[in-house]
């Protein structure tokens, strides 16, 4: 599975849009994005996934460059629930079933 | 209605002694997994279980040895326990396919403390 870069840590007010990056410059075709969070001392959560096309379900937005090296996911209206570390992972279909992560980028949102 | 539940949620224990964590689904799915994440964060996987069946063992000492009774559950049992495996001990599942990629669902968590 490809490599992902993201920035260690980010801040975002309360009621504004958080836009975290994932840089996954060696995606190959068949992989997919996936986005999860860690909120603290608690189990990973899954947020949302894409291919190539922009998706959006009740937790978040995701926005794929057109050639897939980078994505941004979108939480529209930040709360200080979503306070979490995000994980942006890379995996192929078909692919060894385990998710892999990296360090991800913590969230703090600010009131 | 816990999707994925674990038990015990805290654990303190002596060196060298045995232990096991217990996970359970209740989601039909047919995949289930263990991951560590240590005092760093990390979180990495150790095991991956398919219908009952070993798919993934990670380089992870022989002291651990994933038990899986039937597809809803999936125990870790720790031999000699060391210093090293305090940790945080996820479990999850997730249904699996060649052609649809499934989100894994995760339990809360088992701190395993080691003194």
């Known amino acids: 599975d490809a490599k992902t870069t993201q920035p260690p840590s980010m801040d975002c007010a309360e009621g504004r849009a958080a836009n975290l990056p994932c840089n996954h410059s060696t995606i190959s075709g068949n992989e997919y994005v996936y986005w999860y969070r860690q909120i603290h001392s608690q189990g990973p959560q899954y947020i949302i996934h894409?291919?190539?096309n922009n998706e959006t379900n009740e937790m978040a937005s995701l926005i794929i460059t057109e050639d897939r090296k980078s994505s941004t996911l979108i939480l529209p209206h930040a709360t200080l629930r979503d306070t979490a570390v995000y994980y942006c992972i890379v995996r192929a279909r078909g692919s060894a079933r385990q998710l892999t992560f990296g360090s991800g980028t913590q969230l703090t949102v600010l009131p | 209605d816990t999707a994925v539940s674990q038990t015990p949620k805290y654990l303190v224990t002596q060196m060298g002694n045995d232990k096991s964590i217990k996970c359970e689904q209740n989601?039909?799915?047919?995949?289930m997994y263990w991951y560590k994440q240590d005092s760093k964060k990390f979180l990495k996987i150790m095991f991956s279980y398919n219908n009952k069946e070993l798919i993934i063992n990670e380089t992870v000492p022989n002291r651990f040895s994933p038990k899986s009774p039937d597809k809803a559950h999936l125990n870790l049992h720790i031999n000699s326990l060391e210093l090293g495996d305090s940790a945080v001990y996820f479990c999850?599942?997730?249904?699996?396919?060649?052609?649809?990629?499934?989100?894994?669902?995760f339990g809360p968590g088992t701190r395993l403390t080691v003194t």
């Open positions: 999850a599942s997730s249904q699996e396919s060649l052609v649809v990629l499934r989100e894994q669902y």
């Open positions: 894409g291919l190539k």
């Open positions: 989601l039909g799915h047919d995949t």
